[in-house]
């Protein structure tokens, strides 16, 4: 399987984001303007991001008129029915994402991230639609917080589902990946704030590593998923991390300013390294090149003794995370920072000022 996508996946086809005013709608949007598209369907409930995003791409994008805007909420089916009626295609990446958040109002998580999930998943497969593509994240894999438990549970949820279509009509897959430079809520923007005030960045605690792409890395990750994975499958990128360290060092050198920072310590439900793959699922993960396959598990409840055996001895004691995967140096760092439309964007405007 090559790690490749085709540039014709959605030629004359209509495609709904759910989440589409955020981050990766906007990468995704822009992406499938450029395909010979018919229709892009944004649902989100926020009527002013979508305003801002409709303006935009009207200035912007000569395809504007393939996109449609539908006000709607995943917690409540009715909005999604009514939006979903004629998609071919569905990217779901509506979600409440911010982990400290979620620590003080874990219903709310549940309800968006594992009630609104099933309720996407229920009114895709009554329309007919044949694909659809969830954006889960590397806080499912080991949860200790309430958005990475809701996430584990919305991974869960798809996959069971998976299990209950004709895969010959309807493909449901997963995407799980780590921290998106510059997504909205990352902190990236908020140091580069600080800097740009003249103020110590802020952070965690140095050693602590996460995994980092780019937004157009994440949408290369959901194409994957969409052209080359079969029903239940969780795609991973094989991203590469640093330090919290690392990446202020690097941001303070590409601004040109001296290295300040201001210690805050672990906010509620953060770890200090993250997982992409657990050692269960990376004994099972097949290696697809610049990607992790991890297959649905197809058994039913009536297991085959010998089947289970076998299945028991493929174990392995490593695991995908952050401190073992590729760990970036400080050049490497702000290379791939510099390829962030954002950071460069404000670099310019940092050194115009100076």
């Known amino acids: 399987m090559p790690d490749t996508v085709s540039s014709t996946l959605f030629k004359d086809k209509t495609v709904m984001i759910t989440g589409g005013t955020g981050s990766f709608g906007n990468a995704f949007l822009r992406r499938a303007l450029s395909d010979d598209i018919a229709e892009v369907r944004v649902f989100s409930r926020d009527e002013k991001k979508q305003d801002d995003m409709r303006r935009e791409i009207k200035q912007n994008n000569q395809h504007y008129h393939k996109v449609r805007y539908f006000i709607g909420d995943v917690r409540d089916i009715g909005t999604v029915r009514a939006a979903i009626k004629g998609v071919d295609y569905l990217f779901h990446a509506a979600a409440l994402k911010q982990v400290p958040s979620c620590e003080f109002f874990p219903i709310e998580a549940v309800k968006t991230n594992v009630l609104g999930t099933n309720n996407v998943l229920t009114a895709a497969a009554e329309a007919g639609v044949k694909r659809m593509i969830c954006l889960s994240t590397d806080k499912a894999a080991y949860p200790v917080n309430a958005m990475g438990t809701s996430k584990a549970m919305m991974e869960k949820v798809i996959v069971a589902k998976s299990r209950t279509v004709n895969p010959d009509q309807m493909k449901i897959c997963c995407t799980r ?178």
């Open 177 to 354: 990946y780590g921290n998106v430079m510059c997504s909205r809520g990352s902190v990236i923007p908020i140091w580069m704030e600080q800097l740009k005030a003249g103020k110590p960045l802020q952070i965690t605690d140095p050693t602590m590593t996460r995994f980092i792409m780019s937004l157009e890395e994440a949408v290369d990750l959901v194409l994957f998923a969409f052209e080359h994975g079969t029903n239940g499958d969780i795609l991973v990128q094989k991203a590469p991390s640093c330090t919290i360290e690392t990446l202020s060092r690097a941001l303070c050198s590409l601004f040109g300013v001296g290295y300040s920072t201001s210690v805050i310590g672990l906010r509620h439900g953060e770890k200090m390294y993250e997982t992409l793959l657990t050692k269960e699922e990376y004994a099972v993960a097949e290696d697809r090149g610049n990607f992790f396959r991890v297959p649905c598990d197809k058994r039913g409840l009536d297991y085959d003794e010998a089947k289970d055996r076998a299945a028991l001895k493929r174990t392995v004691s490593a695991e995908f995370n952050s401190d073992n995967t590729q760990i970036l140096n400080t050049e490497q760092v702000k290379a791939k920072l510099m390829t962030i439309p954002m950071v460069s964007g404000m670099l310019s405007a940092f050194k115009g000022r100076a």
